[in-house]
């Protein structure tokens, strides 16, 4: 099928090559300003000015659609959640208010202790119809690529179990999924006295599997005070790339303990939460190919301070934005309000925000070849927003809904679904 939107007011996002963001190019959002896009079979197949329309298509295709008043982005890219659980911790919310620690709800069996041992508890079916619920949430609210860990398991029963729904989720949904196995995400209670039995687990018993039934395109580690040390990580990290699996790491949210050079070294694709950063950590950001992703909306639900944003850009690191959907630190796939605490919090500029949730997000996926900006050959995984007056005007007015309509390969999503 092939359709021509017409006098799009801005066409937001349009490159001709897929180049990694940093630095002041971060703040670089190429526009066509009164602009057409001809989409066929799901691809990006065409788009300028309204002014050169008869040139570069003097023959118009059978559909052709007026979306005067309304500009075109990228969807999201949102390259770091945790979309597959059981149940929602809005119990822990309450305690958190009511002044306990994310720490100590942890050392008493809740946060991830207590996602673990609901998950266990529910089937595969289930877990997969509450993931694609989540899931169809997300796309309608912009999301057109998302990477999903698992890590709620903790068992190999449970985490292949979660990795095997997101299987079905790559398989059932239109939107572009990457799989990431967290299997260390947590010591389970019964191994919080035999750290090295659990990490023998997973890499004897949980990595041979995944890898026989590819359920997974990375590898993750919660690397903490608390929860895995560097030398685990590392040692866990080199065990998934004898399987082909890249690392994508939790470092440095509560503290910095050498997370960021050692995963560096790992050759990370990406290393995200970096809300505890020294300037000998954001030097080494910059120095690198590893992208930073930021995940405010968990610093916000945490009350803690958020990511050097700035010190980052203005490093010349490399950095993404991203939801980290979750039931215990950021319960919202909504990456629209990621944008807007991004500008508003972090104090970046929304063509800094876009380029970060859009094409540097889906390079910390991996899929820049596929989708996160308006290049010829890529999927058409738009959104199409409301008539406003500028594209800044998205953070701006935070909460409003300025998406009226979501496209993944070239299909608009339904705002019912």
Not at 1 to 20: D, P, Q, S, Y
Not at 112 to 134: C, F, K, N, W
Not at 254 to 273: E, R, Y
Not at 393 to 399: Q, R
């Amino acid at each position: 099928m092939t359709t021509l939107f017409i006098n799009i007011r801005e066409l937001a996002g349009v490159r001709e090559k897929n180049v990694l963001l940093r630095g002041s190019s971060l703040a670089e959002l190429p526009s066509v300003q009164d602009a057409f896009l001809l989409i066929e079979d799901g691809v990006i197949a065409a788009y300028g000015a309204m002014a050169e329309l008869d040139i570069q298509i003097p023959q118009l295709p059978p559909v052709v659609t007026d979306v005067s008043g309304q500009s075109v982005l990228p969807a999201w890219c949102d390259s770091h959640t945790h979309l597959v659980f059981a149940k929602s911790r809005e119990g822990e919310f309450v305690d958190k208010l009511k002044g306990k620690t994310y720490a100590e709800i942890a050392a008493k069996g809740g946060g991830i202790l207590h996602s673990a041992r609901v998950l266990g508890q529910t089937s595969e079916d289930e877990l997969y119809r509450l993931a694609m619920l989540r899931l169809k949430e997300a796309a309608t609210m912009g999301t057109g690529a998302i990477e999903i860990k698992s890590g709620y398991g903790l068992s190999v029963e449970a985490e292949l179990k979660m990795l095997r729904v997101i299987k079905r989720l790559k398989q059932q949904s239109n939107l572009s999924i990457r799989a990431s196995f967290l299997g260390a995400h947590a010591f389970p209670l019964e191994y919080r006295e035999d750290r090295e039995g659990y990490i023998k687990l997973i890499i004897e018993e949980m990595l041979p599997v995944i890898a026989a039934e590819e359920l997974a395109d990375y590898i993750d580690v919660f690397c903490e005070e608390g929860f895995f040390s560097v030398e685990e990580m590392e040692r866990i990290c080199k065990a998934g790339a004898g399987y082909g699996l890249k690392p994508k790491l939790h470092v440095n949210q509560l503290n910095s303990i050498g997370g960021i050079q050692s995963g560096i070294q790992l050759g990370a694709v990406s290393l995200d939460h970096l809300e505890t950063m020294t300037d000998a950590d954001i030097e080494s950001m910059a120095a690198t190919q590893t992208i930073g992703t930021l995940l405010p909306t968990a610093a916000f639900f945490l009350r803690m301070a958020y990511q050097p944003a700035r010190k980052l850009i203005e490093s010349g690191a490399a950095i993404a934005l991203a939801s980290d959907f979750n039931p215990g630190s950021s319960p919202s796939p909504n990456m629209n309000f990621v944008i807007a605490l991004s500008c508003i919090q972090m104090k970046m500029l929304p063509e800094e925000a876009i380029n970060a949730a859009t094409l540097n997000g889906a390079f910390a996926m991996g899929l820049q070849e596929e989708t996160g900006s308006i290049t010829v050959g890529k999927k058409a995984n738009l959104i199409f927003t409301k008539s406003i007056p500028s594209i800044a005007y998205l953070p701006y007015a935070f909460g409003s809904n300025l998406i009226d309509k979501v496209m993944i390969n070239g299909i608009f999503e339904q705002p019912d679904i």
